[in-house]
């Protein structure tokens, strides 16, 4: 029914978000990150193959070395330790890039700690990733050994078109993946700081390696980003004030703009969000945002009142690229949304992580309706989306922050188990 669903992950704590990027480093003493344990886990991502789901942990307390990324092996809901790898602390969601055959190929993610992006190459196979690696990274030994990804092997800095000095920015957290639009156009990553409000664009290489090659000054506290990547948009979020921002991509198949430090990126509106809570109000505005499958509704998560925006990215009238629709209301501080597109069965669905309130809320965005309620684990955030057909696997992910676990939730309507937790992973 959702073949192919690429669910976009966000990370939805509020714990997270009041946790300096700047705070000191885990010293080098510290012990490796485990290879088969997440320790306040943020992120899930699903992998091409759908016979695996990816976790970020964010190691929040600093008790490990690093951040890592660990796989699960969503047949026996079990860690795939010699596919774990560490990154820099406090690392945001995981963006896989595929290959010509839909594989796996890089995986990147940014690293709030560090100011860095990493990336790592997986070998592909047609059931996914049968290893990974990095540049300048090293394995230990013995059974809880894991790959280190050092920030030597990160990208850090750049320069532009007239060797201008490039930065990833302040506190980076969000990426977004443009794919290249006609052959021989790299694909483009960004990613957006949230402290000061940096968008970074990175050109791609053939075997996925990026090149930082421009910079965009933004509003701050971006949080989330929806790439649009049929008509050439990004939509952005601010989690503390009430709009989306709409950046246009250029074309890439003419000549870069005159402006060398940001030659692919410009900024077009700013779209102001309609909320009942005072701007004074110590209070997280927009949150995560994905768009429709057919592209013509953004969904945006918010928390100033708790709830789900819809709007119409494709609006009849005026110069506007975002119109308002409805706002349906929510609980507990909602964050990370996963979609699952329209079928026979169902219409196109939202599942919306709610931290506070230890709920996955379900969302009939076109009803404008929640139809239904599924209980977690203590501290909802991040979720990914697997329909394999094959192995006749329909199910949720959810990273449960304050459970050091990952919930695994049944979306088969016909299971006896169904919108129920099935298993936590530990």
């Known amino acids: 029914m959702i073949r192919g669903l690429r669910a976009l992950v966000i990370m939805s704590s509020l714990a997270v978000l009041s946790v300096c990027?700047?705070?000191?480093?885990?010293?080098?003493?510290?012990?490796?990150?485990?290879?088969?344990?997440?320790?306040?886990?943020?992120?899930?991502?699903?992998?091409?193959?759908?016979?695996?789901?990816?976790?970020?942990?964010?190691?929040?307390?600093?008790?490990?070395?690093?951040?890592?990324?660990?796989?699960?092996?969503?047949?026996?809901?079990?860690?795939?330790?010699?596919?774990?790898?560490?990154?820099?602390?406090?690392?945001?969601?995981?963006?896989?890039?595929?290959?010509?055959?839909?594989?796996?190929?890089?995986?990147?993610?940014?690293?709030?700690?560090?100011?860095?992006?990493?990336?790592?190459?997986?070998?592909?196979?047609d059931t996914g990733p049968s290893g990974v690696s990095c540049e300048d990274g090293a394995r230990g030994t013995g059974d809880d050994a894991i790959l280190r990804c050092p920030k030597s092997?990160?990208?850090?800095?750049?320069?532009?078109?007239?060797?201008?000095?490039?930065?990833?920015?302040?506190?980076?957290?969000?990426?977004?993946?443009?794919?290249?639009?006609?052959?021989?156009?790299?694909?483009?990553?960004?990613?957006a700081a949230m402290k000061d409000g940096t968008l970074s664009s990175y050109s791609l290489a053939d075997d996925g390696t990026p090149t930082l090659v421009g910079n965009l000054a933004l509003s701050r506290t971006i949080f989330g980003l929806a790439p649009d990547a049929r008509r050439g948009r990004i939509f952005?979020?601010?989690?503390?004030?009430?709009?989306?921002?709409?950046?246009?991509?250029?074309?890439?198949?003419?000549?870069?703009?005159?402006?060398?430090?940001?030659?692919?990126?410009?900024?077009?509106?700013?779209?102001?969000?309609?909320?009942?809570?005072?701007?004074?109000a110590a209070r997280d505005r927009a949150r995560s945002a994905v768009l429709s499958a057919d592209g013509s509704r953004l969904y945006v998560s918010f928390r100033s009142p708790d709830s789900l925006i819809v709007f119409d990215t494709q609006p009849e009238s005026g110069t506007s690229n975002l119109r308002e629709i409805r706002k349906i209301p929510l609980t507990g501080d909602p964050g990370e949304i996963a979609l699952v597109p329209a079928t026979d069965d169902h219409p196109e669905l939202l599942f919306v992580s709610c931290f506070q309130s230890n709920r996955v809320e379900i969302v009939d965005p076109n009803a404008g309706v929640v139809v239904g309620g599924i209980r977690t684990g203590q501290g909802p955030s991040g979720l990914a989306v697997i329909e394999n057909a094959e192995l006749n696997i329909f199910r949720l992910y959810v990273a449960l922050f304050n459970e050091n676990a990952v919930g695994v939730i049944e979306l088969d309507p016909t299971s006896p188990e169904y919108l129920t937790t099935i298993a936590e992973i530990r």
């Open 236 to 280: 952005a979020t601010h989690k503390s004030f009430n709009a989306v921002t709409v950046v246009n991509v250029r074309d890439r198949n003419v000549a870069p703009a005159i402006d060398t430090t940001n030659p692919w990126l410009t900024p077009v509106e700013n779209v102001q969000v309609t909320e009942f809570i005072s701007q004074t």
């Open 153 to 191: 092997g990160a990208v850090t800095s750049g320069r532009g078109l007239g060797n201008e000095s490039l930065i990833i920015g302040d506190d980076p957290f969000e990426l977004a993946l443009i794919p290249s639009r006609a052959p021989g156009i790299p694909d483009l990553l960004v990613s």
């Open 21 to 125: 990027a700047c705070a000191c480093n885990s010293s080098e003493a510290s012990p490796p990150h485990p290879n088969n344990a997440v320790n306040y886990p943020i992120s899930v991502t699903a992998d091409p193959s759908e016979r695996i789901v990816w976790v970020v942990s964010g190691n929040f307390n600093l008790g490990f070395r690093g951040g890592a990324v660990l796989p699960i092996d969503v047949v026996e809901n079990r860690f795939i330790p010699e596919l774990s790898f560490e990154v820099g602390n406090f690392p945001g969601p995981l963006m896989i890039r595929s290959d010509a055959q839909g594989r796996a190929q890089t995986g990147y993610i940014a690293s709030r700690d560090d100011d860095s992006i990493y990336f790592v190459n997986f070998a592909a196979s």
